[in-house]
């Protein structure tokens, strides 16, 4: 069955301090990988994704996440969170035989950055 | 403005009630795809679309229908309403030969009493 982990329901993290909120997937073959970020009562907004090449992708607001093959996790950093990055993040894979139709989302991550 | 429109934002019901929820998307997207959100759970696939008059079944999909006659268009059809169906909902799309990106709704709170 597939899968995706998010082992952390809250991270907490002072402004200006780096964030790494995690993600492990069990998913047949290689699969795509995304991040999407979730403020309330909105609908979710796509930050980044992982398709091919380099293990380190860049996405919007200053995030970037990290694909690890042997690990099998995408983990999402930042190098300095902003308080304004509080919000509830989600990891998705999408395995690749099913040409981006089928999308599996872990629990998500409630990220708290205090001032 | 590029969205996804979903209607209604929030309903109360009772069950056995048959409901629709509708989605709308202004962007040409060929791809669509409904979802629910529960707590601890995250977003659960409930059915997809690749295109008019195709559609699939995603994770979750029993107690639900969908239809796909207009491109634009993907309403979540509740036949016979239930408890366990009380949940977030969201629609969403993509350009499905781009890469995946999915374009959400802002979502649908369903209370079926």
């Known amino acids: 069955a597939q899968s995706v982990a998010q082992p952390e329901d809250q991270v907490n993290v002072a402004e200006g301090n780096p964030l790494t909120v995690k993600c492990t997937y069990s998913v047949s073959g290689n699969p795509y990988l995304f991040w999407y970020v979730q403020y309330p009562n909105r609908g979710l907004q796509f930050l980044l994704k992982y398709i091919t090449g380099d293990n380190l992708v860049k996405g919007s607001y200053g995030f970037e996440a990290e694909f690890n093959k042997s690990q099998t996790s995408f983990h999402l950093k930042k190098p300095s969170a902003l308080v304004s990055d509080s919000a509830l993040y989600f990891c998705a894979v999408s395995p690749r035989v099913y040409n981006f139709n089928k999308f599996y989302f872990g629990s998500g991550t409630k990220l708290n950055v205090k001032p | 403005e590029a969205q996804v429109t979903q209607n209604p934002r929030y309903l109360i019901t009772v069950t056995g009630k048959k409901l629709t929820v509708t989605c709308s998307q202004n962007m040409n997207h060929e791809y669509m795809s409904w979802y629910r959100q529960d707590p601890g759970l995250g977003l659960r696939q409930i059915y997809y679309?690749?295109?008019?008059?195709?559609?699939d079944k995603g994770d979750v999909p029993e107690g639900y229908k969908v239809s796909r006659k207009e491109k634009r268009n993907f309403p979540l059809i509740l036949e016979s309403p239930s408890p366990n169906q009380t949940s977030l909902y969201f629609c969403?799309?993509?350009?499905?030969?781009?890469?995946?990106?999915?374009?959400f709704g802002e979502g649908s709170r369903l209370t079926v009493l």
């Open positions: 679309s690749m295109n008019v008059e195709v559609t």
């Open positions: 969403a799309s993509s350009f499905r030969k781009d890469t995946g990106e999915l374009f």
